[in-house]
């Protein structure tokens, strides 16, 4: 009888080992992720009332206000307008980032590359710089008056600005691409290193060329991989708030709601109104949701239809 206590005992604990394992992830999602989440429902839901000249105590005072943040948050004009300029911005960024990034990772997966430990470094190391430093390096770069390319512009353009109206956002993009490459190519090169390379010997027997292999067998591998790839940098594209916030003290060609969490940012901390900020940033994240499931529905379509 006692055997059987003790069995039951050791199972108990066994049992219990994995939650006691997943405690502190747990710990951690509620504090960082869910908790703020909630919170910021809890504001969206809420307006500042004011009684009177709106002095004195009790003047002001938090009330309940339904879903009238998120009705004036989708009926702004500035909000979208941001995202028109972040889906602009975005459609560039993506397509050069990911296209270098599986560009670079072929190269590097080639059997006769040189220098490959050098070069997976160096195209790395950009995504290793912050972004605030990585934007305000290129902003000084970008200025008239100190960037070392102003005289080159100017060959082809007498008045060459890179923070004007019409560069700015391809300087931007330009901040994004150049921290962001390194990251995907890792991913993507971690994933070639990973596949057998007998389907490569298999692919070369036949008479393919290198070529051929990267096109025909390399890429079809990569799939998964790419698309992973595409819904982190569509996310990330879409809460883009560094580089337009560094380089606007630099330029008047960038507003204070140049992008969506832009304009959150200053509903925020200079009017001073956090329950339509909070309302705004809900609305984002759930624009942020459906593009990336979106996405993904298409891709999975696409790949059923194939199949």
């Known amino acids: 009888m006692t055997g059987t206590k003790r069995s039951g005992a050791r199972v108990a604990r066994a049992g219990a080992a994995p939650y006691l394992f997943l405690a502190p992830a747990v710990v951690l999602f509620v504090l960082f992720m869910a908790l703020p989440i909630g919170y910021t429902i809890y504001l969206s839901l809420r ?21 009238d943040n998120y009705a004036a948050a989708i009926g702004d004009a500035e ?34 590359v040189r220098l490959a430990r050098f070069s997976r470094i160096a195209i790395f190391l950009p995504y290793a710089v912050p972004g605030v430093a990585a934007t305000l390096l ?10 070392p390319f102003q005289g080159l512009l100017e060959l082809f353009d007498g008045e060459a600005n890179l923070l004007g109206a019409g560069t700015v956002v391809y300087s931007m993009a330009n901040v994004a691409v150049w921290g962001g490459v390194g990251f995907n190519m890792l991913v993507l090169y971690t994933t070639l290193r990973a596949v057998p390379r007998e389907y490569y010997e298999a692919a070369r027997i036949d008479g393919a060329t ?18 992973l790839t595409t819904v982190f940098s569509l996310i990330a594209t879409v809460q883009v708030f560094t580089e337009p916030t560094a380089l606007r003290p630099l330029t008047n060609t960038i507003g204070s709601t140049w992008s969506p969490l832009m304009k959150v940012y200053r509903d925020a901390f200079v009017a001073g109104d956090l329950y339509s900020a909070a309302a705004t940033a809900i609305v984002i994240a759930g624009i942020a949701l459906v593009l990336s499931f979106g996405f993904l529905r298409i891709v999975k379509n696409r790949a059923f239809g194939e199949g």
């Open 47 to 67: 307006r500042t009332q004011v009684s009177g000249l709106g002095l004195g105590r009790g003047s002001r005072r938090e009330v309940f206000a339904g879903l």
């Open 210 to 227: 290198e070529l051929q292999i990267a096109l025909r067998v390399k890429i079809p591998l990569l799939t998964p991989a790419i698309i």
């Open 79 to 112: 909000l979208w307008l941001g995202w028109l300029r972040v889906l602009g911005y975005g459609a560039l960024v993506l397509t050069v980032m990911l296209g270098l990034a599986l560009i670079f990772a072929l190269m590097l997966d080639t059997a006769h």
């Open 138 to 147: 290129w902003g000084f770069l970008y200025l008239p008056s100190l960037s």
